[in-house]
């Protein structure tokens, strides 16, 4: 693979929340959106249940819940979301991601005390 000059930018960029990236980055997301030909609602609680499946990094969480609210996602749906998934992930997965959600929703610091 041939590391383009700009990926330093990118991932600095991303690492920063610079703004020009994160709009290049959500424009790809709506763009995924309209392909899915799924509602926002929908399309939000589907990637935030993909995140739980892949054990995803609190970050990514973060960025996927603000999306989600935005698109109308409650924190009782998201609470349904781990309910749901918890006879398919089992309980280690859910309250792995259940931590992470928290931090993501604003329910806890990321302070390891919280925890």
């Known amino acids: 693979m041939v590391v383009q000059s700009n990926e330093p930018n990118m991932l600095r960029g991303l690492a920063e929340m610079n703004a020009g990236v994160v709009e290049a980055l959500l424009g790809a997301q709506l763009e995924n959106l309209e392909a899915s030909k799924l509602g926002p609602r929908e399309y939000a609680m589907v990637k935030i249940a993909g995140l739980v499946g892949i054990d995803a990094s609190p970050t990514s969480y973060a960025w996927q819940v603000g999306f989600a609210k935005e698109s109308g996602v409650t ?4 609470l ?4 749901a998934l918890s006879p398919t992930l ?3 997965r859910i309250v792995s991601a ?3 959600l928290a ?12 925890r």
């Open 103 to 114: 931090l993501a929703l604003g329910f806890l610091s990321e302070d390891a005390d919280d």
């Open 90 to 92: 089992g309980y280690a």
């Open 98 to 100: 259940a931590g992470d």
């Open 80 to 83: 349904g979301i781990l309910v």
């Open 75 to 78: 924190d009782a749906d998201i």
